[in-house]
């Protein structure tokens, strides 16, 4: 949608056609997969930490990979052949592989290029006919040039985000609009768009340290925890403000000092577009354990691996500004605004 949104920008007369392209070949395998990854995640995460971007996995998978782009490539002829597009972007592996086999099958020249949305390049990405890759930093340049892609073939342009994020202001009116108190550090809590992981157990360890402290809570489409939170309004130390599902996450970053999510690609882009330190809980393993290392090598985030270890790094930073303000530099160096925008252009160029 961010470079959807940044093509009509430049372009007013842009045509897109945005599709979830596994759903739209695979309706029913896409929701089988999808009900095996979540329970995979959740009940046994060590066996995803193994299979992600394994060299042994991904060469035994090749013979089954292929008969699956194969199977798929007379569905995407169709899809292609409707829309007749200029150019094709792809921001997951699968359909990028998709449409790469489409490309090599049916000697077709349309431009294709992968935009990664994760800070570590795995090896699915990698195809001979993807024109141009985009990816969020020098290291997965590098990396991409180690499995065979030409340097000039990779561009580090950085996760698209959506333009709300070139904005650099912390506004007053957001801060009074949420009762926040300007001279507190203020503290978001985000938990995905479903609100996950031990938030309430967050809040209450927050709660205990001897830093004042404000605090955020994103509780997304989780309906009973924000319920929960609400109870709590006005009844503890710190002030508490419960956020359901919104898309001002700009603005909510806007007024803070630090976050604390899961390290999915979007939300640290976001957060280092806005110059705010990260504290990692709860990384998936495979992407989002990739991306923790990222962060923690560059010192833009460190992890909290409970509740209580949280609670003990956020009196840390609150009572160490020194610490908190090289935090929000090494964010600050990470951050690329003006991604989507890039990406564009680029992709009009094309």
């Known amino acids: ?93 699968f359909p990028c592989g998709m449409v790469a086999d489409y490309k090599t099958s049916f000697k077709s020249d349309i431009p294709l290029v992968g935009i990664l949305t994760d800070f570590y390049p795995h090896s699915y990405w ?58 507190l550090k203020t503290i978001l809590v985000m938990g995905g768009s479903g609100g996950l992981g031990p938030i309430k157990r967050m809040v209450l360890a927050l709660e205990r340290i001897s830093s004042r402290i ?30 359901g599902y919104t898309d001002s996450i700009n603005r909510l970053m806007s007024v803070s000092d630090i976050v604390v999510t899961k390290p999915g690609g979007l939300t640290i882009s976001e957060a280092m577009a806005k110059h705010l330190p990260v504290i990692i809980i709860n990384p998936i393993p495979g992407q989002e354990a990739k991306n923790t290392e990222f962060l923690l090598k560059k010192k833009a985030a460190i992890k909290a691996e409970n509740e209580h270890e949280l609670a003990i790094l956020v009196d840390n930073l609150c009572s160490m500004p020194s610490k908190l303000e090289a935090m929000k530099n090494a964010a600050g160096s990470l951050g690329k605004p003006k991604s989507a925008l890039n990406i564009a252009k680029m992709m009009l160029e094309l």
């Open 1 to 93: 949608m961010a470079v959807e949104n940044a093509l009509k920008s430049l372009d007013p007369d842009t045509e897109v056609y945005s599709i979830n392209s596994f759903n739209y070949t695979n309706p029913i395998l896409e929701k089988l997969i999808n009900r095996t990854y979540m329970s995979v995640i959740k009940r046994t995460p060590e066996v995803w930490e193994y299979l992600y971007d394994n060299p042994k996995v991904v060469k035994n998978s090749q013979r089954l990979k292929e008969m699956i782009h194969r199977y798929n490539s007379s569905k995407m002829k169709v899809l292609i052949e409707e829309f007749k597009p200029d150019l094709i972007g792809c921001t997951q592996a």
């Open 214 to 243: 404000q605090i955020i809570v994103v509780t997304g489409t989780n309906t009973k925890l924000h319920s929960y939170l609400k109870r709590y309004t006005g009844k503890l130390k710190n002030k508490l403000v419960p956020v």
């Open 126 to 183: 990698v195809y001979e006919a993807v024109n141009k890759y985009v990816v969020a930093s020098d290291e997965a340049k590098i990396k991409l040039v180690e499995n065979g892609v030409s340097p000039d073939r990779v561009h580090v342009f950085g996760i698209p985000i959506g333009k709300d994020f070139m904005d650099g202001s912390k506004p007053d009116e957001a801060l009074n609009s949420l009762g926040l108190d300007n001279n």
